[in-house]
């Protein structure tokens, strides 16, 4: 069993995202996400770390993910869209 | 005309100013306006953490907190020369816009009209910076809350970017003259631009005086009611705790 952990840094027209991501058999087993973005309601951020775990580490699937929580618990990031959160995991995943 | 509250609440603990924001905001005295000063401090922002952005070991005389707002950290150095605001006010879409980049756009202009008072090159850079010859004077970081929306924001009179640069998390031995000389040209402050110190009495005074223009308001000096108060003190032991600063 492979467990690898590493920074994806991506930046945004709203702000810097920082991830660290663990996977585990190509899942996402730990994933820790920040940085100096806006998003609001501030609180529904928290699920997206939450949510993103266990799912397979792949792009279409996190992105897919993330846009679902967006569209659940009407998230807004202005200048950051779930495409550029993906793209900060997918850099930590070295993708 | 219309009458908003005002506070100054002068130089400030970074911790008990973050919980009187947060119980002004989530209180229900009416729009107002205030000033602080941050003593020696780093504020971050709610989505940051701490020790991925900061070299903790050079932080050790640092009072440290989080804010309830998104956006990167607010450092104040022991120079104590930054004009920090807030604004709480009820979104209405005509003085306070439900669109984000809009309602940062028209506080923002608050502190452009006070830097085109000093007769600077000043512009809004969406989606919430101040610029100044496109170099950034002022960070502005909003949240909202039941209908209305906190905004705070600094105008930096003076900044120390070495001592920035020593307690952020980058490696320091290599290119330190070339980063200097890269943060000196993206940001910049009021001293610098003026070339002189002016009083910040007076600088808070034009402020003032611009917003209640912008607003076409009166701004009448008050303080927290009791009932702010009392919902500071619930939240003082949250910005206290290193469960919520260290998260």
Known sequence: ?95 | MEEWRFIDFGLVDIRDMMAMDEAILKSDEGNTFFFWTPKKSIILGFFQKAEVELDLSQCKDYTITRRISGGGIAFSDDRCRQVNYGVVGTIDNALFPMDITGSYKQICGVLIDTLIHYKLNAAFRPINDVVVDNKKISGNAQTRWEGKLLQNGTLLLDFDIEEMLRISNIPKEKFMDKKIASVREGLTWLDRELGEQRDMEEIKNVMKKKFEERFSIRLKSGSLSGKETKLTEILLPKYYSDEWVYR
């Open chain 1, 1 to 95: 069993m492979e467990i690898k952990t590493s920074q994806g840094i991506h930046k945004s027209k709203g702000g810097l995202i920082r991830s660290f991501v663990a996977t585990e058999n190509g899942r996402i087993k730990e994933i820790s996400i920040s940085g100096d973005f806006f998003l609001f309601p501030e609180e529904a951020f928290f699920k997206i770390a939450g949510e993103l775990k266990g799912i397979e580490a792949k792009r279409e699937d996190i992105e897919h993910k993330i846009e679902e929580i967006y569209i659940r618990e009407n998230i807004q990031s202005p200048g950051t869209s779930p495409a550029d959160f993906t793209e900060s995991i997918m850099k930590a995943l070295g993708v």
